[in-house]
């Protein structure tokens, strides 16, 4: 069975940082491309970063570039999402995706930016 576990969500700040982490369970988790979306109230999940299976390659949101880093470790099965400078519009759930021959996603952590 397959699972993706994100960590690391919460309340924070403006200006303030959160890291996220996403465990897989049950996939060739080195084969898979991992991504971080985030769906807002009232708005469509969106793409926020993204990495090759090998992490040579990410690419990321126009909205968080320079911000926001993605990273993963393949020993551990985990993919990292570190965000710096929140921001009022980065409050929304952030999901956890693998793709591969499936597409898997987690359940999601709460990510809540206010002073």
């Known amino acids: 069975q397959v699972q993706l576990v994100e960590s690391g969500g919460g309340l924070v700040q403006p200006g303030g940082s959160l890291r996220l982490s996403c465990v897989a369970s049950?996939?060739?988790?080195?084969?898979?491309?991992m991504a971080w979306y985030r769906q807002a109230p009232g708005k469509e999940r969106e793409l926020v970063a993204g990495?090759?299976?090998?992490?040579?390659?990410?690419n990321y949101a126009d909205s968080v570039k320079g911000r926001f880093t993605i990273s993963r470790d393949n020993a551990k099965n985990t993919v990292y999402l570190q965000m710096n400078s929140l921001k009022a519009e980065d409050t929304a759930v952030y999901y956890c995706n693998a793709k591969w021959t499936h597409v898997y996603w987690g359940q999601g952590t709460q990510v809540t930016v206010s002073s």
């Open positions: 990495i090759t299976n090998t992490g040579t390659n990410t």
């Open positions: 049950g996939l060739a988790f080195k084969y898979y491309t």
